[in-house]
Structures are given as structure tokens and as C-alpha cells.
């Protein structure tokens, strides 16, 4: 089974490259890895291609491979990550598709071989599993631990959705009409996991296991934008027709109380229990 891993990236020069890492890492025989820039002016892209160019085996090219690692850096204007990401996925050519954004990192490198393992057990289309936000300038220091249970489809209508960067889904199984909806900048990630968790029929796996790392102070964290997601996710939760969608995202926020609890706890170094 053939994985693509999708990194977009924007002036990322300070974290992108503990993700490409936390990539080319995986101990997984059958990776392809595209890096999408959005010609960025902070020296990411000189600084992106020299890192890949000492991963390569060979010369410094558009196609360069290390062990089975098969990485395409393309790096041109984009109107935002959700551009980026349907680009790489228009470009995808493997089984499975996953995503790291540049501001986070697989944890150990064994992640990919896991969601292997888990499609090829369950048939599944489309697995997701758990993951962890960490302080943006003390990575080390979780501050919240996104465990996001078993699926159930009617959770969806009360607000509950996976980690976004924990999904990965079968590229058979992408409805090719339906990716990510660049008219919104903050959440076109929630109408695109509605869709195949709610609207589609999938066979859908939850990997009980941490596989990213996330820094705060991103798109989705970063306090500046919150009226904006507010926003666009009631949009959202109306255009599928769910009732109260203001009560829903607001039910969307209370699934988060019990990730702050658990990191507190395990900064407190008590068991987890919630």
C-alpha cells in the first residue's frame, strides 16, 4: 500500500522542517511525500529545497528519493493551505492520503506503518487517530490531548470530529467533486470531514494512538481568528441542514474541555481518567 503524505506550507522557515523530518523519518517502504509552498519570502524555500537536497541520494531535483521516500517539493502562489492541499491531493497518486501541516510533526516513526496496518485489518476507508498540542515555543509542554474515541456517525451532529491531521483516507474513496471548499479560510477542514464522516458512505477505523504533534498558535488555535471559524462553522453546520447550528459549534467547543483536563493531569503526572 502506497502512502502520500501532503505538507503545505506558507512562510513556515522556523518549524517546516521538523515536519519534512518527522516524514522522511517513517520507517514505512512505500511513502510518497509532497511538500506544497505557496512561494514563501521568509527563505523556506532555499532553506526546504538545501534540506532535501542533503536528504537526496542523488543530484538536487524535483523528484528526489530517500530510501523509498519519493518527495516532490513544488512551491508556487496559492490562495491558502486549503488551495495547497487540493493541489496535493489532485497530485496524489498513492492508496492512502494523510496530512502534516509545517507546524507539526509525526510522533516516532512508526506512524505511517500503523495506519498501514489498521487499513489493511479493517478494510477501512478512513482512519483517524489521537494526537497532542504543544506549547508553540516549548513543544515538549502538551497542552492539550485530542483523544477522540470510537466513531460514531450521530456525534458528528452534536459537534464531535476528529483531529483534522489524524485523518487519512483512501484516495478510491475521495469523491473528486468534494475536497476541500477554498471559499473558506478557517474551516473548510470541518466541511470536509462532515461530509465523509456524516454525508458519505465510509467504512471508518479509529487508531486509539497519538500520531501528531501539533503547535498552538496555528490557523485552527490562534485566538485572532475564532470569531472568524465561529463563523464559517455555523455556515457550515447550516448547509447540511443541522439544526441550531450555532448550539451545535458550540457543542463543537465543549469537546475539547476533557483535552485540557487530561493534559493538566499528565503535566500533574496523575493517571488519566477522563
Not at 491558502?80 to 492512502?96: H, I, S
Not at 467533486?177 to 458512505?201: N, S
Request: some cysteine; glycine content about 6%; charged content about 25%.
Amino acid at each position: 500500500m502506497k502512502v502520500t503524505i501532503i505538507t503545505a506550507s506558507f512562510n513556515r522557515k522556523g518549524t517546516i522542517g521538523e515536519a519534512i523530518h518527522s516524514v522522511l523519518d517513517q520507517d514505512y517502504p512505500d511513502i510518497e511525500y509532497l511538500i506544497m509552498d505557496g512561494a514563501s519570502t521568509d527563505g523556506s524555500v532555499e532553506y526546504i529545497r538545501e534540506l532535501l537536497e542533503h536528504e537526496a541520494t542523488e543530484g538536487k531535483t524535483e523528484l528526489i528519493r530517500k530510501h523509498a521516500c519519493e518527495t516532490r517539493f513544488i512551491s508556487e502562489p496559492d490562495h491558502g493551505m486549503y488551495e495547497a492541499l487540493n493541489k496535493g491531493m489532485r497530485l496524489a497518486t498513492g492508496d492512502v492520503i494523510g496530512l502534516v501541516h509545517s507546524d507539526d510533526a509525526l510522533i516516532g516513526n512508526k506512524v505511517v506503518a500503523e495506519y498501514v496496518k489498521c487499513f489493511d485489518l479493517t478494510a477501512a476507508d478512513l482512519v483517524y487517530g489521537d494526537g497532542e498540542f504543544v506549547d508553540e515555543k516549548k513543544p515538549t509542554k502538551v497542552m492539550r490531548l485530542w483523544v477522540s474515541g470510537k466513531f460514531r456517525r450521530w456525534k458528528v451532529r452534536l459537534g464531535w470530529l476528529p483531529l483534522h491531521p489524524t485523518v487519512y483516507i483512501r484516495r478510491a474513496a475521495l469523491n473528486p467533486d468534494v475536497l476541500y471548499d477554498e471559499q473558506y479560510r478557517m474551516a473548510a477542514d470541518t466541511k470536509f470531514l462532515i461530509y465523509y464522516l456524516h454525508e458519505y458512505p465510509l467504512r471508518i477505523c479509529y487508531l486509539p494512538l497519538n500520531v501528531i504533534r501539533m503547535r498552538m498558535g496555528g490557523l485552527s488555535t490562534n485566538p485572532k481568528h475564532r470569531s472568524r471559524m465561529f463563523k464559517e462553522d455555523v455556515k457550515i453546520y447550516g448547509d447540511y441542514g443541522f439544526s441550531n447550528p450555532s448550539f451545535i459549534k458550540l457543542m463543537k467547543m465543549s469537546w475539547k474541555v476533557p483535552q485540557f483536563i487530561n493534559a493538566l493531569l499528565r503535566r500533574l503526572h496523575i493517571p488519566l481518567s477522563i
